[in-house]
Structures are given as C-alpha cells and as structure tokens.
C-alpha cells in the first residue's frame, strides 16, 4: 500500500472508501485462476479488481497491502507512475508489492520432484508518494520453504515486463512460496506466475551390474535429453556406460537451472574369475613374454608376491598390468619352478592363490 499525499488528513478508513469509489467503475477481470497447464498457484494471473491494499483471491500477505493494478489505471490524487504502463504478457490485472510488501502461498509438493517456476516482474515508479517517491530499481527475491531463496537480477529498464525462470527439486511436502522485492523503496509488479511439474525431469535408476557375465556393465541412456549434461567425471557424454559400481551422479542445466540426478550401481559375482598361467619364458619374442595374469571382471584388491624354491623374496607387485618379468633385481632369473602368492578380490570377499609357475629359458 502507498501512502497517498491528498489522503494524509484522513483516516485509513475514508481513504480506502474515496478510492474505492474512484474505481468503482472498473470490474473484476474475468478469466481462468491458472494461467499454465497443472499450476500449483491458485490465481497464479493476478485476476482480481484494481484496487488500492488488496492482495488477489487465493494469496496472502506480509508486512503491508499491496495492490492490483492494470493497463491504463491512472492513480488517484497527486500520484502519478513515472512512466507509461505495459500490459505483461500473460495480460489482465497484475499484484504491486511496495518494499518491504510480501506476497506468498502455501503449495504442496513432491519430495524428489523438480519443479518450475516462472513469473513477470517489472519495475514502476511513483511520484509525489509520502514519505518518500517509489523509484528505485530492484528485482524480485524469491522463498521457498526456509532454505531455498532465488534472486532476478536487478530489473534496469522500468515499465518493461521481464521474464524469470527457476527450478528446484523439492526437499519437503509442504512449502510457503513467498515474493518480495529485494530493493527498499521500490514499486514492484507481479503477474504470470506460474509453479508446474517438470514434465521432462532426468531420473536415472539404481542398478546392478552382473560381474562376470556379458552384461557385466551399466549404459545410461540419455540421447533424447537436449539439456546440457555433466557427468562426475567431468564429461558431457549423453550415453554413459558404467563398468564399476559405485555412486554417481549427472548435473543437467536448462534455461531454468541445474539439478542434480545421483543414483548407485551395485554389483554381484556372477562369474568373475582370475586366469594365472603355469610357465612362461621371457627369451621369446613376443607381445606377451611376461608372467601375466587376466581377469574377466575388474579387480578391486591385488597384490603379486614371487619366491625362489627356497622360499626366497623375487618380486612383487600390486598393478596387474605390472606383472614379473622373469628378473631378480636387474638381472636374469634362472629357469625352474618359482611359487607365486596372490592375494585379490572382485568384490568385498578377499581371495588367495598359491600356486607354482615354471620359467622356461
């Protein structure tokens, strides 16, 4: 609510009356009380009557009275805007929230559910108001529940309705949504606003991969996803393969904001199995002349010691693709039998393999 220079001698209750009968003439705009498909907002249009501290039908208030106003109201007394008023798109009356004025509404929501939401916002400026002219710029703070908080930018261009667009994935079941302007003595309009479902929400399964098997892997497949992807790993590939378990996540940002879609691969032994073979010679001339061991599933825990027949420390190793060459030290290993101790698991079940390897000359 403003304070009106020409009613300041008068009561609160003759100045309602007088501008009340000033706009008797206007009527309630008629319409839909949603202005966008599902709309979690009841009247989020603003549809009501012009009128000096009223808030529209379905809102609440804190901290004063706003207004509604529309295209071509011409304010009472020795007010005037400071500028030519713009329908805003989504057209009719709108709601003016005066700093420090309040407007909210309790929703319920989803737990895990994003959510869009989407509003008109503009500046107006009021001159010859007590005790002070409403001309400062601002934008508009946005509360959901009591910890999430958005922010528009600061509007520059007064009179010019601009859009905004904010997203959030519901922490609780019950929210009050409240709108404020973040500048003190400023006039701010509300219209369009609109709070909806995202339709088109990335929701990623809890899997199991079956290790050992050829199914032993996890493909995320989010080709049909415009939005852009970054993965915890830093890539932005659309089509993810997952080859370990483990918990990941994938951040996806659109023109409304970033959410993030966590979910966790377990996995199960369906087979895995570590092949170690019986001898090898490191005089050959080939790729493979290395004591090497292969697995069908990937390694969680490994270790490779090497003895002599005497029990004696050779080699050891913990890297798989580092296996024993046939040397001691820098030097060539004699041929004969050697035992090996490896100690590995795929999973949590920590194994054990003794066993004897032959090193042919």
């Known amino acids: ?50 009128t000096w501290a009223t808030i529209a039908e379905g809102w609440l208030q804190l901290d004063g009275d706003p207004d509604i106003n529309s295209f071509g109201f011409e304010l009472p007394g020795d007010l005037s805007w400071s500028g030519a008023l713009e329908e ?40 010859n108001s007590l005790p002070r002219e409403f001309l400062e710029n601002s934008g508009i ?16 261009t007064p009179y010019t309705w601009e859009t905004a667009c904010f997203s959030f994935v519901a922490n609780q079941a019950q929210a ?13 309009g509300l219209d369009g606003i609109c709070l909806y479902k995202d339709e088109n929400q990335v929701t990623i399964d809890d899997s199991t991969l079956c290790l050992g098997s050829e199914d032993s892997f996890y493909t995320v497949d989010l080709s049909d996803v415009s939005s852009e992807l970054e993965w915890n790993d830093g890539l932005g590939d659309n089509v993810k393969e997952i080859n370990f378990p483990g918990n990941y996540w994938v951040d996806i940002t659109d023109e409304c904001g970033t959410y993030r879609e966590a979910f966790t691969v377990t996995a199960e032994d369906c087979g895995c199995k570590l092949y170690i073979p019986n001898s090898f010679s490191p005089r050959l001339v080939m790729e493979d002349n290395t004591f090497s061991l292969n697995s069908n599933c990937g390694l969680k825990e490994y270790k490779l010691v090497i003895y002599d027949r005497w029990g004696n420390f050779v080699f050891e190793s913990t890297d798989i693709e580092n296996s024993w060459k046939g040397e001691i030290g820098n030097s060539k290993a004699e041929g004969g039998i050697y035992t090996y101790k490896i100690i590995y698991s795929f999973l949590d079940e920590e194994k054990i393999e003794y066993g004897s390897i032959c090193l042919v000359d």
């Open 88 to 127: 805003s798109t989504d057209g009719g009356t709108w709601q003016n929230l005066a700093a420090p004025e309040k407007m909210y509404q309790p929703v319920n929501l989803e737990i895990g559910t994003r959510y869009i939401l989407e509003f008109e916002y503009v500046t107006h400026g009021i001159l």
């Open 141 to 156: 703070a946005v509360m959901i529940g009591d910890s999430l908080r958005f922010e528009t930018s600061i509007d520059t």
């Open 176 to 188: 009050q949504v409240l709108f404020e302007p973040t500048v003190k003595w400023s006039y701010m």
């Open 1 to 50: 609510m403003l304070l009106l220079s020409s009613f300041s001698l008068m009561s609160r209750k003759e100045a309602t009356f007088l501008l009340s009968f000033a706009l008797s003439a206007l009527c309630i705009q008629s319409g839909p009380l949603s202005q966008c498909n599902d709309n979690l907002f009841k009247n989020g249009s603003i549809n009501g009557q012009v």
